[in-house]
């Protein structure tokens, strides 16, 4: 009932910049939190950012000057702007949120996007 669609992946250089976004849509009573991870192949789903209802957010040091999380809570969007792309930072951008459908429900779900993927090539 409730999805997540990423967009804003491609192929991009060293040292470009992409701007992923991430729309939650369906049955939404509130979200709670609302981010991103990544996955590059053979490699564990990692943390990149996340954002809370509250606006604070939280992210890996490693990426902290490089990437930049936001949120529209009007259109249950979130973005992450990354600049300075490393080879490194290949892999499948997962969109992720913390979402409660109705007043009614017990306890919050997490859900996840189908993933958009993001190369840095020369």
């Known amino acids: 009932q409730v999805q997540l669609v990423e967009s804003g992946g491609g192929l991009v250089q060293p040292g470009g910049s992409l701007r992923l976004s991430c729309a939650a849509s369906g049955s939404i009573f509130s979200i709670t939190v609302m981010g991103w991870y990544r996955q590059a192949p053979g490699k564990e789903r990692e943390l990149v950012a996340t954002v809370a209802s509250d606006g604070s957010t939280k992210s890996k040091d490693t990426m902290k000057d490089r990437f930049t999380i936001s949120r529209d809570n009007a259109k249950n969007t979130v973005y992450l702007q990354m600049n300075s792309l490393k080879p490194e930072d290949t892999a499948v951008y997962f969109c992720?949120?913390?979402?409660?459908?109705?007043?009614?429900?017990?306890?919050?779900?997490?859900?996840w996007g189908q993933g958009t993927q993001v190369t840095v090539s020369s």
């Open positions: 992720y949120a913390v979402i409660k459908s109705s007043p009614s429900q017990i306890i919050e779900h997490g859900y």
